[in-house]
């Protein structure tokens, strides 16, 4: 059951964008995307929750607090990942989204959390030359856009997420993966 739960979820990442597009070419603006999948994917964290109800941990305002912060988060990387198709192919927007490990390293300069060593900056140097050989492509725009509104959108996207990352780390342990 552990892996057909992975597979299920790799899955769903991995079709994200491809959806995301399909929906903004009908018309769908990226907001109503961001928002129809954060509920389609609360109300079925909400079911799961209420086969447990009275056995979940009490959360204290600060819990609540950091919660709520990092699903602004969550919400303001799903629009402007998304607003970003609408610009750059599927391809060039999910590359620079999937960025936010740079952001996260460069986060924990500023937070008082581990830092990532030698081999996470050497490894992001290797993967930040692939990342700019496939994003300065020009077959990843759309059909006579430039592409650096798309580019500044799914990099706003990857910054977005990392707050939503140090928030469910933190929270994590006590809470439980469903229920960050």
């Not at 603006?29 to 447990?52: C, N």
């Not at 910054?159 to 928030?167: E, G, L, N, S």
Request: hydrophobic share 55%; glycine share 12%.
């Amino acid at each position: 059951m552990r892996y057909a739960t992975l597979i299920l979820g790799v899955m769903g990442v991995a079709s994200a964008a491809l959806f995301a597009r399909s929906g903004i070419d009908a018309g769908a603006t990226p907001l109503e995307l961001s928002a129809w999948r954060l509920l389609l994917a609360s109300g079925v964290l909400v079911l799961y929750q209420l086969r447990r109800w009275g056995k979940a941990p009490r959360l204290s305002r600060q819990e609540f607090g950091l919660l709520a912060l990092a699903g602004v988060f969550l919400a303001l990387h799903f629009a402007t990942w998304i607003a970003s198709l609408a610009y750059v192919s599927v391809g060039r927007s999910t590359l620079l989204v999937a960025t936010c490990p740079l952001w996260t390293g460069l986060a924990a300069y500023l937070l008082p959390v581990k830092r990532p060593g030698r081999w996470f900056w050497i490894g992001l140097a290797v993967a930040g030359m692939g990342t700019f050989a496939v994003a300065s492509s020009p077959g990843t725009l759309r059909a006579g856009e430039s592409g650096w509104l798309g580019d500044v959108l799914a990099l706003a996207g990857a910054v977005c997420i990392v707050p939503y990352m140090y928030a469910s780390q933190y929270l994590q342990p006590r809470l439980g993966s469903l229920r960050t």
